[in-house]
């Protein structure tokens, strides 16, 4: 093949087919490898150099004026995105690429995107909760891409999904979060929660959004 954009290095269109299949079956997917795993290395590092430099801020539960910080239901630090390094530009193009498959095959006019890092301390969780309300057509379809090389299932932290916002049963997924392993969810149809993590647990989350605004409201959630 002959392409010269580093970002096409960098997207396994392959996968991503596959995953935007089950994402439309399902309602969520995950795929082991969708990144350049060199892409996902630097991301880790440069998480772990902001952690280290102290400029990670405690995340925040709740928009639209209800913003808290809540330690009952979420214990982690995040940093939304800023394109600021060649990474994370190298990122949002997968992204965007992943954006442009995924109005392709299901037609859900995704517009933009946002991202963050989180970082989450021995003993972080996050408990169970739906990425966009209902109706809201906020957030459509998350993103997760986790960074922790070599993770073991018995330093917890899995990622625990139901199949839809009544089903209180028994999870349809647990998803170990290993480095370079990537989850699509619809972000207003599949409740998920962080287990306790016994190490500390690095991710990228990110949410496709529909533009919202109209005439009445301009959209200023972000
Ligand atoms: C989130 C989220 C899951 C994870 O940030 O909304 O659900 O595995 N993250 O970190
Ligand atoms: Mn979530």
């Known amino acids: 093949m002959n392409h010269t954009s580093s970002e096409a290095d960098d997207f396994d269109s392959i996968a991503s ?30 998480l772990a150099a902001m952690e280290a430099a102290g400029t990670m801020a405690t995340a925040a539960v709740g928009r639209d004026g ?32 992943l954006r442009i498959a995924i109005n392709r095959r299901l037609f859900l006019g995704l517009f933009d995107f946002e991202c963050n890092f989180i970082a989450y301390p021995t003993g972080g969780f996050y408990g169970r909760h739906l990425d966009s309300l209902a109706g809201a057509r906020n957030r459509v379809v998350s993103l997760i891409v986790y960074l922790d090389a070599d993770w ?11 199949s839809g ?28 929660e962080v287990l306790p993590s016994h190490r500390p647990r690095h991710a990228i989350a990110g949410w496709w959004r529909v533009n919202a605004s109209t005439g009445q409201r301009l959209d200023t959630s972000r």
Do not use: C, K
């Open 17 to 46: 087919d596959a995953a935007i299949a089950s994402l439309a079956e399902d309602g969520y997917a995950f795929v082991n490898r969708l990144f350049d795993p060199a892409l996902i290395m630097t991301l880790a590092a440069e």
């Open 66 to 97: 209800g913003l808290r910080r809540d330690v009952d239901i979420r214990r982690a630090a995040i940093r939304w995105f800023d394109g600021g390094t060649e990474a994370e530009r190298r990122f949002l193009a997968v992204a965007e690429l």
């Open 152 to 162: 073991q299932a018995d330093y917890g932290g899995a990622l625990r999904l139901w």
């Open 165 to 192: 916002p009544e089903d209180q049963g028994a999870a349809s997924a647990e998803i170990v979060p290993q480095a370079g392993r990537v989850v699509l969810m619809m972000s207003e149809e599949i409740p998920h």
